[in-house]
């Protein structure tokens, strides 16, 4: 299409965002596209109200708080840079791809997911997962005839299996570990995305 | 066993009435002869019988009743009886067609409850299986007990009544989003996959022929590639039976479902084109008649869906005006719908589409208007007769089998039709994924394109139209109708039971042997969610451009023609009560200068005041797990298809989305609230300033969510 080459000029710094992605200049067209339809009063930048406007996040359970993860902790405003970086932990991983010893881990990278998961949970970013956090993050995820009760022994019971140093509250490391037998490739990646 | 004594008893009386009277004539004979007559064009129309509606007369056109003219019964009894007042009567004549129709009906769900004893063995086996097996051995005790077979799948009463219950049903509980996504693919593998099939498959068989492995006769080119035709087409209700019972993924699905019934379009027209060659003869067959051919496909299919979106706008209209006749509104869609699909067969037009295309255009507009009860009544109605319809079709399939002196056995013909449509199915899938996973969203698998393989289902509509054949201008006919047989067995027996464990094979082995901790429950959870909200964001299967003209479209056009009034008001309402609580609410909040905290669902989300409890309990891992797999929400592509004849999914699903969209609509209000709480500390001047500007935004921020109910008013969810 001659359109393609013509609308990847017009996003600036394309080639620094495709190769710190790694998306293809098709995918990156696709999700230029999205961006302005989200964007409805085109300003350039996303702001949380345009994520509510997805009726399908309306019935997430913890779909405020992905929309959360999009904004960097103080500003207000999301632009397609950031918008594609945050997608691009959703990438499968490549399998082939060469491991160059000093270059950056890449964005999908299984560590990089986990992260990202991680700041879900934790909120108040202090690289740890309180039993406060985790309790909003079940009550959320649970249905309503849950019990107070039973919410807080099934996160006592969480942190218990999870908490290795004993401080009451999960760390990325011991949440690492956790999850160390679960094919995280498969459960965090979105096959389109490849 | 109650159910097959019952139906002994009904046989053998039956039998004895009939013997009684003079010979009924045999029946299938009669509604092949009746075919023909009406000239050339009427194998087009499906069977239009002729002898229907002749009252008090055994109806030949149903095979069930045998044509036991009464008058030979009545005159006979009155013989017996001789003169005087008789206390007690036998009045079978009178009663006999609808007491045959209700018996054969009892016996079928009869079987159902039979067969749901078994738990082990209803999941292993399809109940397709079972019913065909069922049929066999009915058949067989009705052919020991009478000599002769009175009963078979006609197949007047196949296209007229039992095909449309249950393509009816599968068109108006369409997931009409997940099918328009993926029509492109649908339509490819109907119309290309078909024609792919019919051709390889008719060619080759000739081609063995030419080399001799088939059986003598002078059988025509033209005679294998109508075999070809009817043989390739992937049947719906066999699809139906068996995906229900597999629960692949719903792209899988509906790609497999939708070829199914698009390809009607093109069965029709081969079918047609090619029994008037026949019919004409191989000689006198000009290249003008091949594009006839190709423009009457354009005729049929187009044709059937504009038929069938025609009678989908009448019928909305019309459910607009009903609110005073609630009660009859399940009739109007039943009508309605039905009447689409007769319609198109006036035209010789293909009936299925219309009939699919009526049920997804009305379903969006019809659900809003009518009444909660008569959408539950027309749930209930639909399935109970697609239920009722599909087991019928089986049972009598498998009765029909037992009938020897209907076909006639050729091995060579019937293996290698059973290999060819095998391998052509699995290389036309190929192929045709190869190319169309250039165009798709979400490319196909190879597992996927196993499970569409082996999912193309042969079923009773190739049956029916085999029987239709005409005997003296096809003169194979007798070895089709076997091969068919062997064929629709195969499939629906064989790949129907076989299936189930294939796809568990196929999918990737994951170590089941320990069981997940919590914190893996609870994070992969989470992942799922994950997961399907950064799909929503990505918009990857939601973007399309012209749905959302076509939605603006929908909204300023169509939507006020054809919705009531109040509905199409509604959610305006909705808003402007939303904005009055809202507004409300954050008087409140300026006074109080607190947050609110929610006392309805007794669920508090302040932090100060949730206190750490003393000494937590410490359940059990199995209570924990329990209460887990319990109450976790599902993500929401649930790998469940849609289509079940024996549960209907209600309830779960909306009270989960119903719980989380409140529970994410208080918490936007929460944070807004607190924003708006956050501002007011900040200087005077500048809050006055940004008050007008963030007014406007909190108008925004409120409309936003707001703008989500308004689709959970009209009561249905989002596709």
Redesign the interface.
């Known amino acids: 299409m001659g359109s393609t080459s013509s609308t990847l000029l017009k996003i600036p710094n394309v080639e620094v965002l495709m190769q710190e992605t790694g998306f293809s200049p098709a995918h990156i067209i696709r999700l230029h596209d999205r961006f302005k339809a989200l964007d409805k009063e085109g300003r350039g930048h996303l702001c949380p109200q345009d994520f509510g406007a997805i009726k399908e996040l309306a019935m997430n359970p913890i779909g405020d708080r992905i929309i959360g993860a999009f904004f960097s902790p103080g500003k207000e405003t999301v632009d397609f840079h950031t918008f594609v970086k945050i997608l691009a932990h959703f990438r499968p991983v490549d399998k082939d791809r060469p491991k160059e010893p000093n270059s950056p881990e890449p964005i999908n990278s299984r560590s990089n997911k986990l992260k990202f998961a991680f700041q879900l949970y934790d909120q108040d970013k202090d690289g740890k997962i309180s039993r406060d956090e985790l309790l909003k993050v079940l009550r959320s995820m649970l249905g309503m005839q849950v019990t107070e009760e039973q919410l807080e022994s099934i996160a006592d019971r969480t942190i218990q299996e999870a908490d290795l140093d004993r401080d009451e509250a999960i760390s990325f490391e011991e949440f690492r570990k956790s999850l160390e037998k679960v094919n995280i490739d498969h459960k965090m990646s979105i096959r389109f995305l490849r | 066993m109650q159910g097959l004594s019952l139906l002994l008893f009904i046989t053998v009386a039956n039998e004895a009435t009939t013997d009684l009277s003079v010979t009924g004539a045999s029946v299938p004979p009669e509604l092949e002869v009746s075919a023909a007559p009406a000239g050339t064009s009427p194998v087009a129309s499906r069977y239009v019988p002729e002898e229907y509606g002749h009252p008090g007369i055994a109806q030949a056109r149903s095979a069930e009743e045998p044509a036991a003219p009464s008058t030979e019964d009545g005159e006979s009894s009155h013989q017996h009886g001789g003169g005087g007042y008789r206390i007690v009567q036998w009045e079978w004549s009178y009663v006999q067609t609808p007491y045959i129709i209700a018996s054969w009906l009892l016996v079928a769900s009869v079987a159902k409850i039979l067969f749901h004893f078994s738990q082990r063995f209803t999941t292993a086996v399809p109940e397709s299986c079972m019913l065909i097996l069922l049929g066999l051995v009915l058949g067989a005790v009705v052919l020991i007990a009478s000599k002769k077979q009175p009963y078979q799948l006609d197949p007047g009463l196949f296209f007229l009544f039992l095909l449309p219950t249950i393509v009816g049903d599968a068109g108006y509980f369409m997931p009409a989003r997940l099918f328009f996504d993926n029509l492109g693919a649908i339509l490819m593998y109907a119309v290309v996959g078909t024609l792919w099939n019919a051709f390889c498959t008719g060619f080759c068989l000739y081609g063995v022929k030419m080399a001799g492995v088939i059986g003598e006769l002078l059988w025509g080119l033209m005679d294998f590639l109508l075999f070809g035709a009817l043989i390739s087409a992937v049947d719906p209700v066999a699809v139906i039976a068996v995906f229900e019972e597999v629960h692949v993924n719903e792209t899988l699905f509906i790609i497999v479902f939708g070829e199914s019934l698009l390809n009607d379009a093109v069965t029709v027209v081969l079918y047609k084109v090619y029994i008037s060659f026949v019919e004409v003869g191989p000689g006198n067959v000009y290249t003008a008649d091949y594009f006839k051919g190709i423009a009457s496909f354009l005729i049929v299919s187009i044709g059937g869906t504009l038929v069938g979106l025609i009678f989908a706008i009448i019928l909305a209209f019309v459910t607009r005006f009903t609110k005073n006749v609630r009660i009859i509104e399940p009739l109007f869609i039943f009508l309605l719908v039905y009447l689409a699909y007769l319609t198109a067969e006036l035209f010789s037009l293909s009936a299925i589409l219309s009939m699919t295309f009526c049920g997804i255009g009305c379903n969006k507009y019809v659900e809003a208007n009518i009444s909660q009860k008569s959408r539950t009544t027309v749930k209930y109605t639909m399935k109970t007769l697609a239920s009722i319809a599909e087991t019928i079709i089986f049972i009598f399939l498998g009765i029909s089998a037992v009938d020897k002196s209907k076909w006639a056995w050729d091995t060579g013909l019937v293996v290698s039709t059973l290999i060819f449509i095998l391998v052509f199915r699995a290389v036309g899938v190929a192929g045709q994924t190869w190319f169309l996973n250039w165009f798709r ?3 196909l698998e190879k597992i996927d394109q196993v499970v569409m393989s082996y999912g193309g289902l042969r079923g009773a509509v190739a049956f029916a139209l085999v029987v239709l054949l005409d005997k003296e201008h096809v003169k194979a006919k007798d070895y089709f109708v076997a091969t068919t047989i062997v064929v629709v067995f195969f499939t629906v027996m064989f790949q129907g039971l076989t299936i189930k464990p294939l796809v568990k094979w196929l999918k ?1 082995p994951r ?1 089941t042997n ?1 069981k997940p ?4 429950e ?19 299967n ?2 399309h451009h012209w749905r ?1 003209k076509w939605e603006q479209f929908d909204k300023n056009y169509l939507s006020k023609l054809l919705l009531r009034k109040s509905v199409y008001h509604k959610s305006e309402l909705w808003e402007a009560y939303q904005k009055i609580n809202i507004r409300d609410a954050i008087s409140v909040i300026d006074q109080v200068k607190v947050f609110v905290r929610e006392n309805g ?3 508090c ?1 302040d ?1 100060q005041v ?1 206190d ?2 003393p000494g ?4 059990e ?1 199995l209570e ?1 797990h329990h ?2 797999v ?4 599902k993500p ?1 592509r649930q790998y469940q298809s849609h289509y079940s004849r024996h549960f209907m999914t209600v309830g779960e699903k909306e ?3 119903r ?3 409140q ?3 208080h ?2 209000l929460e ?1 807004f609230k607190s924003t708006r709480y956050k501002r007011h500390k900040k200087d005077r001047s500048q809050k006055k300033a940004r008050r007008k500007g963030s007014d406007a ?1 909190e108008q ?2 409120s409309d ?2 707001r ?2 109910v308004s ?1 959970q008013d009209k009561g249905c969810l ?1 596709n």
Do not use: C
């Open positions: 969203l979400v490319p990737v170590s320990r901790t919590i914190n893996e609870i994070h992969e959870r989470a992942f799922d969610h994950i997961l399907t909200a950064v799909e929503d964001i990505a918009g990857l939601g973007y959302d669902s007794g669920v989300l932090l949730i750490t409890v937590a309990k410490i359940e891992d924990t209460v887990l319990e109450n976790l929400y929401r009270r989960q989305d719980e989380v969209f529970r994410n609509m918490n936007r944070s935004k925004d921020t936003k969510p703008r989500n689709w989002p």
